[in-house]
């Protein structure tokens, strides 16, 4: 089955440092990988996806995310982290049935605090 | 364009009583899944719909069940509601007829039980 590990509940990092929230898969086939940003009370947006190609993929409000194929990892980066960054992170990983329906499966989240 | 919306946005509910859920996919999506957010965890998905029927099912007892209607939108029904159905329900869309990898998620339902 596929799965995806985010080993950290609680990333810190002072505002304008580079952040790194972690992501470990586990797939069979090719992964189709995913991350996910939750503010307060509100559903899930989109962040980047990695399908194929470039290992370092750009994504929204200045994310991007490495693909390490070797180490089975795709971590979230932001080069300068903003207090407005704080959120709860989801990585994902699809999983295809038999039939070709699609559906993610997540991770149990890492929480990132900026500090100003 | 609106996104995926999906209502009520709070609901308090009893033990033991039924609880529906509503959501509108994104214009030009078809399909729609259902995920569930228990506090502190990851969302857990429930089920998908395409073409008003049943697609795929994750690890939920027969208690949650759907529907989807003609014009794509979907409710999620929850019988004899249990305190540990208390969560965040997600609804998420897509396109491409169920094969799209890309879900677009809208704000959530909050249920809560006592």
């Known amino acids: 089955a596929q799965s995806v590990a985010q080993p950290e509940d609680q990333v810190n990092v002072a505002e304008g440092n580079p952040l790194t929230v972690k992501c470990t898969y586990s797939?069979?086939?090719?992964?189709?990988l995913f991350w996910y940003v939750q503010y307060p009370n509100r559903g899930l947006q989109f962040l980047l996806k990695?399908?194929?190609?470039?290992?370092l993929v750009k994504g929204s409000y200045g994310f991007e995310a490495e693909f390490n194929k070797s180490q089975t990892s795709f971590h979230l980066k932001k080069p300068s982290a903003l207090v407005s960054d704080s959120a709860l992170y989801f990585c994902?990983?699809?999983?295809?049935?038999?039939?070709?329906?699609?559906?993610?499966?997540f991770g149990t989240g890492t929480r990132l605090l900026v500090s100003p | 364009d609106a996104g995926v919306t999906q209502s009520p946005t709070h609901l308090i509910k009893t033990r033991g009583q039924q609880v529906t859920l509503r959501c509108s996919p994104k214009?030009?999506?078809?399909?729609v899944s259902w995920y569930q957010q228990a506090l502190g965890q990851g969302p857990q998905f429930i089920f998908q719909?395409?073409?008003?029927?049943?697609?795929q099912r994750g690890n939920f007892p027969d208690r949650f069940s759907g529907h989807q209607f003609p014009n794509y939108s979907s409710e999620l029904n929850v019988n004899a509601l249990l305190l540990g159905d208390s969560a965040l329900y997600l609804c998420?869309?897509?396109?491409?007829?169920?094969?799209?990898?890309?879900?677009?998620f809208g704000p959530g339902t909050r249920l809560t039980v006592t």
């Open positions: 990695y399908i194929t190609g470039d290992n």
């Open positions: 998420a869309s897509s396109g491409g007829s169920g094969t799209a990898s890309e879900q677009y």
């Open positions: 797939v069979s086939g090719n992964p189709y």
């Open positions: 719909y395409y073409e008003e029927e049943e697609r």
């Open positions: 994902a990983v699809r999983d295809v049935a038999k039939t070709g329906f699609q559906k993610l499966v």
């Open positions: 214009s030009g999506h078809d399909t």
